[in-house]
């Protein structure tokens, strides 16, 4: 089981990046920019779609992928059913985010704001279907969902 795990400096609460087509975009830093995947590792998989070819685009985990294999995805979350805020974060304000597929292979950020209550990732593959969350450093006390048809998972943290 391969888990690739990228830390991110997150600075705007659920932005959809724009996705990068043939070159890097103004400020890009390459490879899963933008909110859920700025300062990503740089030395694996694509950057920019124009590295992928054959109208194949580079989705948010390095791989170069058809457009019909990658989606939007929308990770939202409450704390014990309350909306996500300062207060109700204050015992976990910076979470780590983990996806999976089937095989197991995983992809994750951290650490993301637990304030947020929402994680918005465009051109993220159609083959991880789970997302954990979690304290950063405390994966068995978070909480785990799959994603719906329409790449949204909604999770209610025990913190």
């Known amino acids: 089981m391969a888990m690739r795990f990228a830390l991110a400096a ?3 609460a659920a932005c959809i990046v724009e996705p990068t087509t043939g070159g890097p975009p103004p400020n890009d830093t390459g490879w899963g920019s933008g909110w859920g995947g700025s300062s990503g590792t740089s030395d694996w998989g694509c950057h920019y779609d124009s ?7 580079c989705a948010r985990d390095g791989e170069c992928l058809s457009a019909s294999s990658v989606r939007t995805i929308h990770v939202t979350w409450t704390m014990r059913g309350q909306l996500a805020s300062d207060a109700s974060c204050s015992q976990a304000s910076q979470l780590e985010i983990t996806f999976s597929d089937a095989t197991g292979e995983q992809f994750g950020f951290a650490p993301v704001p637990c304030n947020a209550g929402k994680y918005t990732i465009d051109k993220f593959p159609t083959s991880y279907n789970a ?3 979690s304290r950063i450093g405390d994966r068995a006390d978070g909480a785990h969902g799959t994603f719906d048809g329409t790449g949204n998972a909604a999770l209610d943290l025990p913190y």
């Open 131 to 133: 997302v954990d969350l």
């Open 10 to 12: 997150v600075g705007l």
């Open 51 to 57: 590295q992928c070819g054959g109208g194949n685009v």
